[in-house]
Nanobody, 116 residues
Framework: VLLVESGGGLVRAGDSLRLSCLASETASLDLMAWYRQAPGKQRELVASITSGDGRTTYVDSVKGRFTISRDNAKNTMYLQMNSLKPEDKAVYYC???????????WGQGTQVTVSS
């Protein structure tokens, strides 16, 4: 499965961005998620969404500001990011898991920069 992110960019604090992750297919994917990695920090899970019932999880720092969603018909997952803060600056990665085959996939990442 190939994952391609898009939608990153340079914005000001308080602005919004929507990231997209286009998958070559989603039928085998049980869980999709967004991770981010800021300079000098470990990669962290930002949000996840299950394929079946669409249950979502968020890291505390983005709750109420970010929304994860997926459109299986378009093989695409989204991350709507509102009220962006300078600390949201990072490379954002799309992640997907095929739990039946114990396989994990990663995109190449998209840069999000938030100026104060």
């Amino acid at each position: 499965v190939l994952l391609v992110e898009s939608g990153g960019g340079l914005v000001r604090a308080g602005d919004s961005l929507r990231l997209s992750c286009l998958a070559s297919e989603t039928a085998s994917l049980d869980l999709m998620a967004w991770y981010r990695q800021a300079p000098g920090k470990q990669r962290e899970l930002v949000a996840s969404i299950t394929s079946g019932d669409g249950r979502t999880t968020y890291v505390d720092s983005v709750k109420g500001r970010f929304t994860i969603s997926r459109d299986n018909a378009k093989n695409t997952m989204y991350l709507q990011m509102n009220s962006l803060k300078p600390e949201d600056k990072a490379v954002y990665y799309c992640n997907a898991e095929d739990e039946k085959r114990w396989v994990e996939y990663w995109g190449q990442g998209t840069q999000v920069t938030v100026s104060s």
